[in-house]
């Protein structure tokens, strides 16, 4: 569980980038989303506008949260592809978290998320 928990998350951030990004440039306010480390040297995405100013900093460990848990537990939905993705083998695996990107809960998520990043 450790293991898809962490495939997870290394698949979940450069989605996040990639949609902000590909957003941002249709709406015609491109930003970028770089993974650095925050001054605490935990990982973080800093949103970087198109002068090259660091408009925001997200902590992965803050972004994973509003992303995949509501309320303090995890997402229905994603407890449910998690849980089917352990009971496979690790081609199941895999097809269980590619589901579980590509489920409403998580979509709407991160529109939620690239929205707030929109809005000055």
Not at 43 to 65: C, F, K, M, Y
Request: proline letters at 5%.
């Amino acid at each position: 569980m450790i293991l898809l928990g962490r495939s997870l998350t290394v698949n979940l951030l450069p989605a996040f980038q990639e949609t902000l990004e590909v957003i941002s440039r249709r709406a015609g306010r491109p930003l970028r989303a770089l993974l650095a480390l925050d001054e605490r040297q935990r990982p973080a995405l800093q949103i970087v506008d198109g002068d090259g100013v660091i408009r925001r900093s997200l902590p992965a460990a803050d972004l994973i949260r509003d992303l995949l848990y509501v309320r303090g537990r995890l997402e229905p939905t994603v407890r449910g592809h998690l849980q089917d993705g352990v009971r496979g083998d690790e081609h199941h695996a895999t097809r269980a978290l590619v589901s579980c990107l590509k489920s409403r809960a998580v979509l709407l998520a991160m529109q939620r998320l690239v929205s707030a990043q929109l809005t000055p």
